[in-house]
């Protein structure tokens, strides 16, 4: 299991990076399932009802590339009185 954080003042070629990181991390892993918990602070369509970032867009597309599904479902705000979903599964 990986969990992780991803500040929201991070420069996005940090988040990249950070996310590089972690991506080769999870290759590098000869347990199969696994899972990755995190709050990326990222937003995107496929788990986000609001407004898309540059951020959302790279997750996205580096979780497709990993083979990673979404576990979330139904836009369920992950923040109490929030209506974002950033933190994923």
């Known amino acids: 299991m990986f969990s992780c954080y991803f500040s929201p003042n991070l420069p ?14 999870i290759m590098s892993c000869n347990q199969k399932p696994l899972l990755v918990l995190g709050d990326f602070n990222a937003r995107y369509p496929a788990w986000n009802l609001g407004d898309t970032n540059h951020r959302g867009r790279i997750l996205s597309d580096w979780a497709g590339g990993l083979d990673l599904v979404l576990l979330n479902n139904d836009f369920v705000p992950t923040r109490m009185g929030d209506m974002s979903c950033v933190d994923l599964s």
Do not use: A, S, Y
């Open 12 to 25: 996005d070629i940090v988040f990249e990076r950070d996310l590089h990181d972690l991506g080769t991390r």
